[in-house]
């Protein structure tokens, strides 16, 4: 099961992700999550990435196809994938399809998580994440059992740096300028599947899952 998640910031991309990724054991790819680890380390990539993301910029194309292809490569991924925040750009949906053609594979559906903006935005910037394992939890929507504490693994929650306010208004540009053109890409190549992703989660899941069984 080859799978793209596409979407805007907070539209629960890597929230479903994580629980589909778990019930069909499959990877979930996030290069989001690839970058933060970088930059968690430290490493020269990890401080490349950071001068986009902190401000809300897209990390340049070469870059992230690179980082893909390799993890592509990897065995837990020859079973299938879970893409969450790649292809962003219509040049990475193009180098994509590139890199599964010569390995003779080919994705099975590309996810779009329709979601009102003001949804986004109030989902962002309650947003806390786990230092430790990286889960995510919301103050109002899905609030950790201990204020600034992880329910999983007792770790500290933290703002990621780019859900400042400033940094949310410079990725819903960036989203709007350079990916919300794969939607119409992704439709006319008939790849496109679209869920609701501005309800309640517990819905959105649901329809997800059901999805992932057919595919399956
Ligand atoms: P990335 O981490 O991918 O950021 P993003 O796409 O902006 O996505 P988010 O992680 O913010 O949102 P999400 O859709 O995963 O939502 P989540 O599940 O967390 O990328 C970060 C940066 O890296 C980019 O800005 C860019 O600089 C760089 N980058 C990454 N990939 C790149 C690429 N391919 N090319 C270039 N640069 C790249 O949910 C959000 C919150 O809402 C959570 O708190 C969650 O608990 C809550 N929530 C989720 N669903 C619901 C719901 N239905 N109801 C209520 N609350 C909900």
Known sequence: MNVVLLGPPGAGKGTHAAVLA??????????????????????????????????????PDEVVVKIVAERLKRPDARKGFILDGFPR????????????????????????????PEASIQRLSGRRVCRKCGANFHVENIPPRKEGVCDRCGGELYQREDDRPEAIRERFKEYQAKTEGLVAF???????????????????????QSLFRRLG
């Open 186 to 208: 992704y439709r006319d190549q008939g790849m496109l599947t679209t869920v609701d992703a501005g309800v309640p989660r517990e819905r959105t899941l649901a329809e997800l």
């Open 89 to 116: 750009t219509i040049p990475q949906a193009v180098q994509f399809a590139e890199i599964l053609a010569a390995a003779g594979r080919k994705l099975d559906a590309v996810i779009y998580l329709e979601t009102p």
């Open 22 to 59: 778990r019930e069909f054991q499959i990877p979930h790819i996030s290069t989001g999550d690839i970058f933060r680890e970088e930059m968690k380390a430290g490493t020269k990539l990890g401080k490349l990435a950071q001068s986009y993301i902190d401000d809300g910029h897209l990390v």
